[in-house]
C-alpha cells in the first residue's frame, strides 16, 4: 500500500481498535509503516537533520494520534519547540499537516491561563512570516478540529501555526501528500537554519526558568554531560540516563542507595564524580559489627570526654566549607543494619528544611554532645551515597530506609569497553558543582514551577497506590514530595518525562514490594499491566513467559522488566523482593 492507502486504512480502523488491548496490535505495524514511506520521500530523505517519530499512544489508545518531523535544532521533543506533525481528529474522520509547537513544556511552566494566550502570540508571530503566508492551501487560523475537549489534544489548536485538513473519504494522491509536505519542510527548515544559527530573531514563549544559575555557573544538564564525558574518556561506561539520574537524585536529595552485582564500579562511581568536581571524598567501610551510631558519630569515654567519630568530623569541616563539596560513601552499606547504625541520621535528614536560600538540618546530636560538635548539622555541600551489595553476609533495608533515599541498580557491565590509546586527555580543572546543590524539600515550596507535570505526576502515583494497597505497600506524602522534585531536576537535566516516572517507580516504588504472599505477587502483576498497557492474569500458567520482557510500545519498560524478575523469582523460590 502507498501512504494514502495506509493513512486511510489507520483511520479506518482506529475507534474500533480503542476497545481492543494496546500492545502488540497490528495497527502499530501500520504506523511503522507509514513512518517508512514518509522517510523515503525526497523531502524526507534530503533532511538530514529531521527525526520522523509518531505515536499511536503510550501504554493505552492516544485520543489524537500523531506523526511528527522534529528537527532538534528547534524541536527537542514533541514537548516544546517548533516543529511539524500529521494530526489525526479524534473521530478519525480527517487528518491534518500542521505546522506546530510542543504545548507540555509551556503548560507546565506557565499554568493553563498564561500558556493559551503564549501559544497563540507566538504562533501569530510565526504567520507573519513571509514564507508560511504563501504555503499553497494552508490555512493560518485557529479553526482546526480536533475534537478533543481536554488534554493535550484540545491544546493543539491554540498551538498550531498552518495546517492543511484531509478528509478520510476524500485523500489525496500520494503525489499530492509529497507536495504538501515537501512545501511545509521547505520552510521548516528555513527557520531551523535561521533560529540555530541566529541569523533572525525567532519568536518565542518568555517562560520562567527551571532555576537561576549563579555567576558563571553552567546549567544542570551541561554540568552532567560534562562530567560524564569526562568519566567516560577514563575508560568507565555508565549508561548516560542512569548516570544523569543518578546526579539528579543527588540534587533532589543527598542520599543515594547504589545497587548492583559486585564489580560494576558502584564505589568508583562516587570518587570519579568527586574528582571531578574537586571535592572531598570520603569511605567509610561499614563493619558487620556496628549496632549502632558510636562508630560513626562518637561515644563518650570512661572519662566522660566525647569523642567523635569519623562522619562526625566530616560534617563539622563541610560545615565549615560550605563553598566546597563533600561525598560521603557508605562502602557495603548493610553489611550491619542500617536502621540501627545510622538512626540518628535517618532522623535529622527528614528535618531539613530551608533556611536562607539554603537547606540544612538541625544539629545532628544536639541534645548528647557539648559544643562545638552539638552544633555540627548536614549542611547542603554534603552527598551521602550508599553502596550495597545482597548477598547471605548482608540485611535488607527496611521501608524507614527506603522512604528516605532513592535507590539505584547498576548491573550493565560493557566489558569491551575501555579508554584505549588516542582517547582526549581528561581535563583537569575541576567543574563547578553548585548546580547539584540541593534547593528545594517538600512540594508547597516548587509546586508552582510546574504544576501541569505534578498534577500528572501524582496522579499517576495515586494509580500506583492503589495496586499496592492490597500488599501495604502504598507510598505517602514523602515520597509523592521526593518523585516530583526529581522529575522537577530530570527536566532541567533533560531527561524526558516517561524515562524519569520510570527510573522513580524503580527507585522509590518496587524496592517497597516484597513477600511470599498471594496478595505479592498480585501487586506485581498489577504492577506490569499498569507499566505495560497489556493485561496479563496472575492465574495464567505462562505468566513468567509473558511478563519476561515488556512490550516494545512498553510507557515504563524499565520497571516492567524488572518486575518480570521479581516474578520469575516468586515463581521459582515462593519469594520475591527487589533485592536480587
Known sequence: MGLAALLEHLMQNYVGAQEQSFGKHPLHTTLHQIEEELKALPAVRNYPELKVKGSLGQGNWATIPWIAFLDSRVAPSMQNGVYVVFLFAADMTRVYLTLNQGVTEVYDQLGAKEAKPALRSRAEALRQRPDIRSLPGFQLNWDINLGAVKGTGARYVDSTIAYKAYERTALPTDDSLAKDLEALLRVYRAYAIETS???????????????VEGPGELPLEQLITQAHQRITRQGFFYPPEEFAAFCVSLKSKPFVLLAGISGTGKTRLVELLAHQFGAHEYTIAVRPDWSDSTDLLGYRDLQGHFRPGPLLEILRDANAHPDLPYFICLDEMNLARVEHYFAEFLSIIEKRNRQHGKVVTPPVLAEFTEAPWSKVYVSDNVFFIGTVNMDETTHPFSRKVLDRANVFEFNHVNLSYHAGPGTEPVASEPLDWHPLRPVFCRLPEFYDQAPALFEQTIASLEQVNAILEPGYFQVGYRVRDEVCLFLLHAREAGLEYDLSFDMQLQSKIL????????????????????????????DDPDLVAKVAEPPEDARYPRTARKIGVMLRRFEEEGYTSYWM
Not at 544559527?197 to 532555576?211: E, G, H, Q, R
Not at 524496592?511 to 496472575?538: A, C, D, F, I, Y
Open 197 to 211: 544559527t541566529a541569523a533572525t530573531s525567532a519568536p518565542t514563549i518568555d517562560l520562567p526558568p527551571n532555576k
Open 511 to 538: 524496592p517497597r514490594v516484597q513477600g511470599s504472599s498471594s496478595t505479592t505477587r498480585q501487586v506485581l502483576v498489577g504492577l506490569w499491566n499498569w507499566t505495560t498497557g497489556v493485561t496479563v492474569s496472575e
